[in-house]
């Protein structure tokens, strides 16, 4: 690979740097790959096994859960854990990959999946859901069903494919893959048997049959059967069973397989979090992870940039638990309730790019299973008003919601709000997220998202 562009492109990740511009995640990937349209695929030759995970919710927190299970049993490896997870992003990882890094380990964006797999060739392609999500950019969930199903078709047979079971569309299209393991929840108290309004996939991928649902766990998510054509939720090699929530401080549950099961105490919240740490196991496992250095890996995993993540400023305590999805959403809004006592909460709305223009999402948002628990509600964000207008219509009391249009004003608003030692709930967009984080960073309360290990 000509020595001139890498230069070019690690020069540029360095200014953005020293000039404030950014962390220098993508820039450096986007030049390299001007300059050079194949270096992707040329770097990924150089590592032995490569781990690609996927999802509209989650995958963050989970290549990071791989990732600190792989570091627990000394395997070096490269990661995006900055969350720039497409082409750009790749390509800056592994242009600053350490010569020992022999492992990768990726989370790719949904919608760039099928033209990244071809280039990757990863050795194990994780899938753990889709939910609508962005339909400016990605349009109705069945187009990137479609171009996932073109994408595992193409699959070589030494492409082991792990899937989420409980997905129904995603059962589908593993099922189209003869290298594929499953995974999914067992019959939990906290799933129901009413199918949110909100939910996606309720029709058989096979002959577009409603599907019946005997538990409901996030979404569309759950055990479920076609009546019509007995197409059926597989029957997972990776189970997750026995879960406990506890609030605000944690999950755990039995993680098993086939081999083997463990006691899982993870330090994320919400069930959400459970199929977050299942994946991570069933893929620890295909790659021969042992089970105690899975459990010791999952058990110290922090919270990843703005996913159950606390920073404490001035005296408070914030928690950020990222919200840019009706579904995602919709779980935040669900572990809450878990939690005694009423909630200071804070929701951010932006429509930039990252978040998609089309904010009519938040009217399948369930805000209202939370009405009577809030003890005060703050709205920021490049669409607050929407949001307001929302919570208006919910019979919320305008007279008690405070609208701040800037990051400062909303943390000096919580500051004034919340007793010393007490808690604010912040839900934000992607782009929010990243402005609220910047800002928090200014005041010495956190690091740059893209300092994240």
């Given at each position: 690979m000509s020595n001139i562009a890498l230069s070019l492109a690690k020069a540029a990740g360095w200014i953005s740097r020293a000039l404030g511009l950014g962390g220098g995640t993508t820039i450096p990937g986007m030049i390299l790959l001007k300059l050079r349209p194949r270096a992707l695929q040329e770097m990924a030759q150089e590592l032995e096994e490569i781990i690609?995970?996927?999802?509209?919710n989650g995958k963050t927190t989970t290549a990071r859960m791989v990732s600190h299970a792989a570091h627990e049993s000394e395997i070096s490896c490269v990661a995006n854990t900055s969350g720039a997870n497409l082409s750009s992003g790749i390509a800056t990882a592994l242009l600053q990959r350490n010569p020992d890094e022999r492992f990768g380990i990726f989370e790719v964006d949904e919608a760039v999946l099928p033209d990244l797999i071809p280039k990757l060739q990863p050795t194990v392609l994780v899938l753990m859901n889709l939910f609508r999500d962005q339909l400016d950019r990605y349009g109705e969930l069945e187009t990137t069903i479609q171009k996932w199903e073109e994408m595992i078709e193409s699959l070589p047979e030494t492409t082991k494919?792990?899937?989420n079971a409980d997905d129904p569309a995603l059962a589908y299209l593993g099922s189209?893959?003869?290298n594929v393991e499953f995974f999914g929840l067992e019959l939990t108290e906290y799933g129901s048997e009413t199918i949110p309004h909100a939910a996606d996939s309720l029709h058989c991928q096979k002959c577009d049959s409603p599907l019946s649902f005997q538990q409901v766990t996030i979404g569309h998510l759950g055990h479920w059967d076609c009546q019509n054509c007995g197409f059926r939720r597989p029957n997972p090699s990776f189970t997750g069973d026995k879960i406990n929530l506890k609030g605000l401080n944690g999950s755990e549950f039995i993680a098993a397989s086939k081999k083997d099961s463990l006691e899982m105490q993870i330090p994320l919240a919400g069930l959400h979090n459970v199929y977050n740490a299942l994946t991570a196991y069933a893929t620890c496992s295909t790659i021969d992870i042992s089970t105690r250095k899975i459990q010791k890996g999952l058990s110290t995993i922090s919270a990843?940039?703005?996913r159950?993540?606390?920073?404490?400023?001035d005296g408070i305590e914030l928690m950020i638990m990222l919200a840019k999805n009706p579904a995602g959403a919709n779980q935040n809004l669900k572990t809450l309730l878990l939690e005694e006592g009423n909630?200071?909460?804070?929701i951010l709305l932006?429509?930039?790019?990252?978040?998609g223009k089309d904010v009519s999402w938040i009217w399948d948002v369930d805000y209202e299973m939370i009405l009577d628990r809030i003890s005060s509600l703050t709205i920021s964000g490049d669409r607050a008003y929407d949001l307001a207008l929302r919570f208006h219509y919910s019979g919320f009391p305008a007279t008690s919601m405070h609208i701040v249009p800037s990051i400062h004003e909303l943390l000096e608003h919580l500051k004034s709000t919340i007793k010393l030692d007490g808690r604010a709930i912040v839900l934000p967009t992607y782009t929010s997220m990243l402005d609220l984080r910047a800002e928090l960073n200014k005041v010495g309360a956190t690091h740059s998202f893209w300092e994240e290990k």
């Amino acid at each position: 690979m000509s020595n001139i562009a890498l230069s070019l492109a690690k020069a540029a990740g360095w200014i953005s740097r020293a000039l404030g511009l950014g962390g220098g995640t993508t820039i450096p990937g986007m030049i390299l790959l001007k300059l050079r349209p194949r270096a992707l695929q040329e770097m990924a030759q150089e590592l032995e096994e490569i781990i690609v995970i996927s999802a509209t919710n989650g995958k963050t927190t989970t290549a990071r859960m791989v990732s600190h299970a792989a570091h627990e049993s000394e395997i070096s490896c490269v990661a995006n854990t900055s969350g720039a997870n497409l082409s750009s992003g790749i390509a800056t990882a592994l242009l600053q990959r350490n010569p020992d890094e022999r492992f990768g380990i990726f989370e790719v964006d949904e919608a760039v999946l099928p033209d990244l797999i071809p280039k990757l060739q990863p050795t194990v392609l994780v899938l753990m859901n889709l939910f609508r999500d962005q339909l400016d950019r990605y349009g109705e969930l069945e187009t990137t069903i479609q171009k996932w199903e073109e994408m595992i078709e193409s699959l070589p047979e030494t492409t082991k494919l792990i899937v989420n079971a409980d997905d129904p569309a995603l059962a589908y299209l593993g099922s189209l893959h003869q290298n594929v393991e499953f995974f999914g929840l067992e019959l939990t108290e906290y799933g129901s048997e009413t199918i949110p309004h909100a939910a996606d996939s309720l029709h058989c991928q096979k002959c577009d049959s409603p599907l019946s649902f005997q538990q409901v766990t996030i979404g569309h998510l759950g055990h479920w059967d076609c009546q019509n054509c007995g197409f059926r939720r597989p029957n997972p090699s990776f189970t997750g069973d026995k879960i406990n929530l506890k609030g605000l401080n944690g999950s755990e549950f039995i993680a098993a397989s086939k081999k083997d099961s463990l006691e899982m105490q993870i330090p994320l919240a919400g069930l959400h979090n459970v199929y977050n740490a299942l994946t991570a196991y069933a893929t620890c496992s295909t790659i021969d992870i042992s089970t105690r250095k899975i459990q010791k890996g999952l058990s110290t995993i922090s919270a990843a940039f703005g996913r159950n993540e606390i920073i404490n400023f001035d005296g408070i305590e914030l928690m950020i638990m990222l919200a840019k999805n009706p579904a995602g959403a919709n779980q935040n809004l669900k572990t809450l309730l878990l939690e005694e006592g009423n909630i200071h909460l804070a929701i951010l709305l932006n429509d930039r790019t990252a978040d998609g223009k089309d904010v009519s999402w938040i009217w399948d948002v369930d805000y209202e299973m939370i009405l009577d628990r809030i003890s005060s509600l703050t709205i920021s964000g490049d669409r607050a008003y929407d949001l307001a207008l929302r919570f208006h219509y919910s019979g919320f009391p305008a007279t008690s919601m405070h609208i701040v249009p800037s990051i400062h004003e909303l943390l000096e608003h919580l500051k004034s709000t919340i007793k010393l030692d007490g808690r604010a709930i912040v839900l934000p967009t992607y782009t929010s997220m990243l402005d609220l984080r910047a800002e928090l960073n200014k005041v010495g309360a956190t690091h740059s998202f893209w300092e994240e290990k």
